[in-house]
């Protein structure tokens, strides 16, 4: 089957389909880490991928499709996403939206944020009230096959997700009452922190119109224990030296030396009380679309 036939499959089986978009008001702080080998000079180097890089599908991407990938609000999700192992360096960066943007969602349902080693609540913005149940049932099927586990190697089967990604984030038939045209990415659950947390996948023209760098920072894993297995993440120590801080001037070249304008405690979330759900939820808006 075409990646044609598939799209087109994908429409028949969600005509009629109601889904509800996120809307984020500007201050949204977006976290990216990517293994380096020696300081950053440019900001681009730690921003999404030149296309031609880009030689391997992914959750997200297709090949020669690059996106920004982040994590919402802390840097944690970051380091378990890139695979992080003892003694390699990276450079996380700090990024924070300058304008509202608009998402669309993959990966939440009830049943599988329930069902997770971590279980949590659907998301309030996720909700559809008074959703039908053919509605349901095609809600829960997207989130089974989107946040399945992928070996590597295997990336043949991300195929369908990428199919779902391109209906999710499909053109626009008219504007919304806020005057949004397109979608800036999609949100999904982060399948490395055993849907604990929330991801980001924007578009390349997002990140260059609606974000601003605020700062990026030298990190090496210094210790691990606790295990890497999917069970064990939830229980893991983790420490982290961090060693340079840079700013980007108006050229976006970085300065490194800077002056640090986020603890580290506070960059790891490790500073919020225990008991408290500090993932972030979007403002009250939100715009329900029906396909």
């Not at 089967?157 to 397109?182: E, N, Q």
């Not at 578009?203 to 297995?229: C, I, M, N, Q, Y």
Request: glycine content about 6%.
């Amino acid at each position: 089957m075409s990646n044609a036939e598939l799209d087109d499959a994908i429409r028949r089986t969600h005509d009629g389909f109601m889904f509800v978009a996120p809307i984020y008001d500007p201050g949204l702080v977006i976290w990216r880490m990517v293994r380096v080998g020696s300081l950053p000079a440019h900001k681009g180097r730690i921003s999404y991928p030149p296309k031609e890089l880009v030689t391997v599908r992914g959750r997200l991407n297709e090949t020669l499709d690059p996106v920004f990938y982040g994590s919402l609000q802390y840097i944690m999700p970051c380091v378990f996403e890139v695979g992080m192992t003892v003694g390699d360096i990276y450079c996380a960066s700090m990024w924070r939206s300058k304008e509202r943007i608009m998402c669309s969602h993959l990966g939440y349902s009830k049943e599988v944020l329930a069902n997770s080693v971590i279980p949590r609540s659907l998301p309030n913005w996720a909700e559809v009230r008074m959703d039908t149940e053919r509605n349901e049932l095609i809600r829960k099927w997207q989130a089974r096959v989107f946040t399945r586990q992928v070996p590597k190697g295997s990336e043949h089967l991300y195929r369908l997700g990428l199919a779902l990604k391109r209906f999710a984030i499909a053109k626009i038939a008219a504007a919304t009452p806020d005057g949004f045209t397109a979608f800036d990415g999609l949100i999904y659950p982060s399948i490395a922190t055993t849907l604990a947390f929330d991801n980001v996948a924007l578009l390349p023209s997002t990140v260059d119109d609606k974000f601003d760098l605020v700062e990026a920072r030298l990190l090496a894993l210094v210790g691990w224990t606790g295990g890497s297995s999917m069970n064990a993440r939830q229980e893991s120590q983790i420490t982290m030296s961090d060693y340079d801080c840079a700013h980007p001037n108006s050229d976006g070249r970085l300065q490194w030396g800077a002056k640090r304008t986020i603890t580290f405690d506070e960059m790891i979330g490790t500073t919020s009380t225990p008991s408290k759900d500090t993932r972030i939820e979007p403002l009250e808006k939100r715009v329900v679309f029906t396909v």
